[in-house]
């Protein structure tokens, strides 16, 4: 039973695989490293994504994040962020619409935990310790986006960044 419930989902779920990813740019400036300041969680993060089919069945997806703490809190960091592209590919299944939502969303939520290792690993040795990248909830952003733009009564290709809230 166990077998079949498992051949039943490889087949009918369609599998975002991360091929490679490319390091675009990484910003790091330090404010006061004894400031005890705001939780990583606090800080405001500006994200923004977008996907194109770079060869049959591969996409290019890249994903930009640049955090600030609050206005005029004590803080480890004035900004902190940075940019990553990685080519996916997605296994058939539903329609290509659907495969292509899927995509943008767990691809851009892959190069999210991809771009949180690099800063932690960046700001590690930093007086104030490592900055932990706050999660994002893709899909989320991508109604609120999508929502902006049924207001604005555009359809834009690289709308304004959604922001990560908590």
Partial sequence: MAEEQDACIRTTVPRV?????????????????????????AYECAVDWGAQESDAGRYLIWLSVLCRPPA????????????????????????????E????????????????????????????GPFLLPTANYVEMAARRKKRQAEAGTAEESPEPSTISR
Avoid: K
């Fill in 17 to 41: 695989r991360l091929e490679s990813y490319r390091l675009e740019s990484l910003h790091v400036e330090c404010q006061d490293s004894r400031a005890s300041g705001p939780s990583d969680e």
């Fill in 72 to 99: 005029d809190a004590p803080a480890r960091f004035r900004s902190i962020g940075g940019m990553v592209w990685g080519t996916f590919a997605i296994t058939e299944g539903p329609p290509l619409e659907e495969r």
């Fill in 101 to 128: 939502m899927l995509l943008a969303y767990n691809g851009a939520a892959i190069l999210h935990g991809v771009l949180r290792g690099l800063l932690i690993s960046a700001t590690g040795g930093c007086a104030g």
